[in-house]
């Protein structure tokens, strides 16, 4: 169910195991446009439309948004479909960054530092282009015997055997015919319809289970747009292709992200040879305008670094600004149900789990838990076993990019959380000054404090050492694990800062 990233991984994975799968999907995926549109043909698509429904891709309404795709994403994807990488780089004008020539990335004010240990390389690319050319791939790669897909066609319901717990299809309508209903039965069935998932509530209708969950506000909202990058004048500033300034609470609630995502050749001598995209965002709820690029402009020479409005005044946009101000963390503790949980059906990626944008971790997040499966069906277990240890595995792979989300997220001055115990009660906590508000104050979690404490101070470290900034990249990137920044080496060092400063012996050892 769902065909976008989770979905496609999950179908390139499972084509190992099972003779047929079938990839329904709510949207007009497959038509003429997406199928068969030219490298120019979609960037227009993607520069001038206001969002991508109007070309029958309507569902997943931060299409447009910028995005990017984390290291141990782009391995998942380029080993699952081999030709994808050079498709992307040849034909579409994707672009490898390296991160010790064209990266800089500061969170809140604290620069990383420039002296990686290793060359690290970013691929850029837009979402759109990545997902359309992703599903071309897919379906170049796997016959409809192998994978077929039905689009234009929304799942309405789980078919359920509830004497032996276990999901034995789903229910379809048709959007082209909305008296057509359709049943599908299946082996095992892959919830993978993002963000607004329904299983919540199919699972408590069916089988009676209340999946305890999390959700946490925070007040994100992006603009993000498309511009040609033109010479600034600066050599330094226009030799930064990816990065900007990470948000980070409580007291830098505005950042700024730019990639590119073509590389084009250009007669104009003041052209860098790149579109890119950016992203004007805040936490908080400090919203930036979309009204105007001057405005916009206007905010970001008042609220950021001068070195953005710079680079901003000498960008050619391309395309409308796009505002998106849905964007929350939301948690599903599937692992909590244990065996309760019923066989055969299984989350994966934004339905199970999602994360403030900000750190660019969902997609990545997808193809992990996708790639997860993959394992579990390498082990040879029974089907019926395989939804409840996916549950586990996949939970922990969540549950890191769960902290590396929602650490910053608590210290968000107007944080907002719910939260919805195994016996269906939400209770609802909103920090605030205001002592007439309806809702209790949350607690922060002393587990938080000490992360935020950690973080805190890993960061101020990683400014001075190339070393920390690079095991901090590899676990942005998800290629590392989060806990390998608590090893000792590292550990100690940020103990020992954090008391340096602490007892104020900075000029003493100095
Ligand atoms: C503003 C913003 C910026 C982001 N930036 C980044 C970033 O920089 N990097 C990153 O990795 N992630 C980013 N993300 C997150 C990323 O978009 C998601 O994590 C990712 O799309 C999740 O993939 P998915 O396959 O789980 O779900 P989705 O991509 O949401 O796909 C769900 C699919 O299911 C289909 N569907 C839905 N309901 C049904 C139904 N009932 N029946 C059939 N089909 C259905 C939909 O049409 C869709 O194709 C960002 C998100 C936002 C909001």
């Given at each position: 169910m769902g065909?976008?990233?989770g979905?496609?991984?999950t ?147 789980l078919?359920v055997?509830?004497?032996?717990n276990s999901v ?20 095992f069935i892959v919830d993978c319809t993002g963000r607004y998932s329904s299983s919540t509530k199919w699972l408590k209708q069916h089988f009676n289970l209340i999946i305890p969950t999390e959700q946490l506000h925070v007040?994100t ?106 964007a929350f963390d939301e948690r599903k503790y599937v692992e909590l149900l244990g065996r309760k949980w019923p066989q055969n059906y299984i989350l994966v990626g934004d339905s199970m789990c999602v994360f403030n944008p900000?750190n660019?971790q969902g997609m990545t997040h997808a193809c992990r838990q996708a790639q997860q499966l993959?394992e579990i069906?390498?082990?040879?277990y029974?089907?019926k076993y395989i939804s409840f240890i996916y549950n586990r595995r996949a939970a922990s792979i969540s549950e890191e990019c769960w902290l590396g989300s929602i650490t910053n997220d608590w210290?968000v001055?107007?944080l907002k959380l719910i939260i919805t115990d195994k016996y269906g009660q939400t209770k609802t906590y909103k ?8 809702y209790p104050?949350p607690k922060t979690p002393l587990f938080m404090e000490f992360l935020q ?25 998800q290629?590392?694990s989060p806990y ?27």
């Amino acid at each position: 169910m769902g065909g976008s990233f989770g979905g496609m991984t999950t179908a390139a994975y499972l084509s190992k195991y099972f003779k047929h799968i079938t990839i329904i999907e709510n949207d007009d995926v497959l038509n003429e446009i997406l199928m068969k549109s030219t490298d120019k043909e979609l960037l227009d698509y993607r520069c001038n439309l206001k969002c991508s429904s109007s070309i029958g891709r309507g569902s997943v309404t931060q299409n447009y948004q910028i995005h990017v795709l984390q290291g141990e994403g782009s391995k998942i994807l380029f080993e699952l479909f081999p030709n994808l990488k050079n498709k992307l780089l040849n034909e579409y004008g994707a672009r490898i960054c390296s991160l010790k020539n064209n990266f800089r990335f500061v969170i809140g004010d604290v620069l990383l530092n420039k002296y990686l240990t290793e060359d690290l390389y970013w691929f850029c690319i837009d979402r759109f282009t990545l997902e359309t050319i992703l599903r071309r791939e897919l379906c170049l790669q796997y016959n409809q015997q192998q994978i077929q897909w039905i689009s234009n066609t929304k799942v309405i319901q789980l078919i359920v055997n509830q004497s032996n717990n276990s999901v034995l299809g789903v229910k379809c309508r048709s959007k082209l015919n909305s008296h057509t209903q359709l049943d599908f039965y299946a082996d095992f069935i892959v919830d993978c319809t993002g963000r607004y998932s329904s299983s919540t509530k199919w699972l408590k209708q069916h089988f009676n289970l209340i999946i305890p969950t999390e959700q946490l506000h925070v007040g994100t909202g992006y603009v993000s747009f498309v511009g040609e990058r033109l010479k600034t004048g600066n050599s330094l500033l226009d030799s930064i292709h990816v990065g900007g300034n990470a948000a980070h609470a409580p007291n830098h609630n505005k950042g700024f992200l730019t990639t590119p995502i073509r590389q084009i050749k250009s007669s104009d001598p003041n052209s860098l040879g790149l579109i890119s995209n950016f992203a004007v965002y805040c936490i908080n709820s400090e919203y930036p305008p979309n009204d105007s690029y001057e405005n916009l402009l206007e905010w970001v020479k008042e609220y950021l670094p001068i070195d953005y409005y710079l680079i901003l005044k000498s960008t050619k946009l391309l395309s409308p600004l796009l505002p998106y101000r849905r964007a929350f963390d939301e948690r599903k503790y599937v692992e909590l149900l244990g065996r309760k949980w019923p066989q055969n059906y299984i989350l994966v990626g934004d339905s199970m789990c999602v994360f403030n944008p900000k750190n660019g971790q969902g997609m990545t997040h997808a193809c992990r838990q996708a790639q997860q499966l993959n394992e579990i069906f390498k082990e040879k277990y029974q089907l019926k076993y395989i939804s409840f240890i996916y549950n586990r595995r996949a939970a922990s792979i969540s549950e890191e990019c769960w902290l590396g989300s929602i650490t910053n997220d608590w210290a968000v001055p107007t944080l907002k959380l719910i939260i919805t115990d195994k016996y269906g009660q939400t209770k609802t906590y909103k920090r605030s000054q205001d002592s007439t508000s309806i809702y209790p104050q949350p607690k922060t979690p002393l587990f938080m404090e000490f992360l935020q404490w950690y973080t805190y101070w890993l960061i101020k470290c990683a400014a001075q050492s190339g070393e920390l900034t690079t095991a901090f990249i590899h676990v942005v990137f998800q290629e590392k694990s989060p806990y390998s920044l608590l090893q000792p080496k590292f550990f100690f060092k940020i103990l020992y800062s954090s008391l340096r400063h602490y007892f104020n012996l900075t000029k003493f050892f100095d």
